[in-house]
Every structure is written in C-alpha cells, then in structure tokens.
C-alpha cells in the first residue's frame, strides 16, 4: 500500500511565478490536510480538503494561494506570483475520516523562490 | 485558539542514556488528541507517539514513552535507551475539532535532539 505521495520534492521559481505542488493521499483516502513548514519553524496548518470541497481554509494566507481536490487526481496547492517568503516545505497529509489522529504525512515539497 | 509550546529548543543526550522533551500546550477543550512527531533531516514527518487526552494511562511505545498531566497541560517525551538514530528534530503537536469542520495539528516549534555517541 502506497504511502503519501507528494510531488516534486523540491521546486525552484523565481519571483512572480507559480509554484504548484501536488499531493497523492494513500488509497482509499478522500481527506487532505496541507501544512507550511516555515525555516526553524514547526508546522502550520493551511487548509483541509475532502474530494470536490474545502472544509477549511482559515489558515491560508488571503492572496495568491489557492488549493483543490478534485474528484479524480491529486490536490493540488497552487501559489500564484511567488515571493522569497513562500520558501518553505509544504507538507500534505492524507486521513480516511479526517480526523487529527489518523493523519498520514507525505515527504514534503521543498520550494525555493530566487 | 490553542497553542503548543516546547521550551527546549535544543537537547543532547549520551548514547544509552535517557532523555525527556518537554511539552505543554492550551486548550479549553476536553476530548483531544496530543502527538509526537520526528523529523530527522530527511524531513519525513513520523509519528512517534499519540495520546488520548480521555485516556487516564500513559502511551508507550517501545523506548518512547509520554507522561501526560491533564490538569498541568503537560506532555513530556522520554526517549530510553537513546540511540544515534534518535537525533532528530521533535515536534509536539496537538488535535481537536476547530469548528470549522477539521481537526487540523497544531505544532509546536520544535526540539532539536543530539546523541552523543
């Protein structure tokens, strides 16, 4: 049984271009949690999704982030016009029920804005 | 809005000895969840440890064991018999239902582990 998969592991833009990062949950999943892990930083929570619909996006910064679930293929985090302080890892992690004790953790991506 | 605090920025620890990570957080709920989280320098996240806040016994797993004070909003790590494979970055975190329909982690900042060999 395949774990989390998130792709591409480390992605590199410059200023004002779009960063997207996607994430695979685990088969049989259909609850996504994503979270910014920011440098000598715990993790934060951005969004949850279930397939087709945002639960909560009440940590998600207002502008030129965006996220979806569709009914097939990953979610995908999407950020529009990225700034050096998007650098960061965006974690992605995949749950049966949506629950925070059964949260499954993909590998992160790495993103680097130049 | 609850919060998770690790005092300890960095620890280190001696090969075979033991260690305890401090944890203490804020919450007005009642019925949540508490975790450890390592994240050695690949920056997998892996579970370690989870508790029940309506479980009055503590969790243990293998070397890892937690001491959960309900009253104190305290939970501690130890970690026995360290081994090498041990150092890594330690992140409390902490689950309930937001009301807005998830029960996202919160985290703490962190504690970085070293194992002296």
């Known amino acids: 049984n395949a774990g989390v998969m998130q792709n591409p592991r480390h992605l590199v833009r410059r200023r004002g271009q779009e960063a997207r990062l996607r994430c695979s949950p685990m088969?049989?999943?259909?609850?996504v949690y994503w979270y910014r892990q920011l440098p000598e930083e715990g993790l934060k929570f951005m969004v949850y999704?279930?397939?087709?619909?945002?639960?909560?996006e009440s940590g998600m910064p207002k502008e030129r982030f965006s996220a979806e679930f569709p009914k097939e293929g990953p979610s995908i985090l999407r950020i529009q016009q990225v700034v050096r302080g998007d650098s960061a890892a965006y974690f992605c992690?995949?749950?049966?029920?949506?629950?925070?004790?059964?949260?499954?953790f993909g590998p992160g991506t790495r993103l680097t804005v130049t | 809005a609850q919060t998770v605090t690790q005092s300890q920025p960095e620890m280190s620890v001696q090969e075979a000895e033991t260690v305890t990570l401090s944890c203490t957080y804020d919450?007005?709920?009642?019925?949540?969840?508490l975790f450890w989280y390592k994240q050695p320098p690949s920056r997998q996240m892996i579970l370690v440890i989870r508790?029940?806040?309506?479980?009055?016994q503590n969790a243990t797993e293998n070397r890892f064991s937690v001491n959960f004070q309900k009253a104190a909003k305290s939970f501690s790590l130890k970690i026995s018999d360290s081994q090498l494979g041990d150092a890594a970055m330690y992140f409390c975190?902490?689950?309930?239902?937001?009301?807005?329909?998830?029960?996202?982690?919160?985290f703490g900042k962190g504690t970085k582990l070293s194992v002296i060999p």
């Open positions: 992690a995949s749950s049966p029920t949506g629950r925070g004790y059964e949260q499954y």
């Open positions: 088969k049989g999943h259909s609850h």
């Open positions: 999704l279930q397939k087709e619909n945002i639960i909560d």
């Open positions: 919450t007005s709920e009642s019925d949540y969840y």
């Open positions: 508790q029940e806040a309506y479980k009055q």
């Open positions: 975190a902490y689950s309930a239902y937001s009301g807005a329909g998830s029960y996202q982690l919160t």
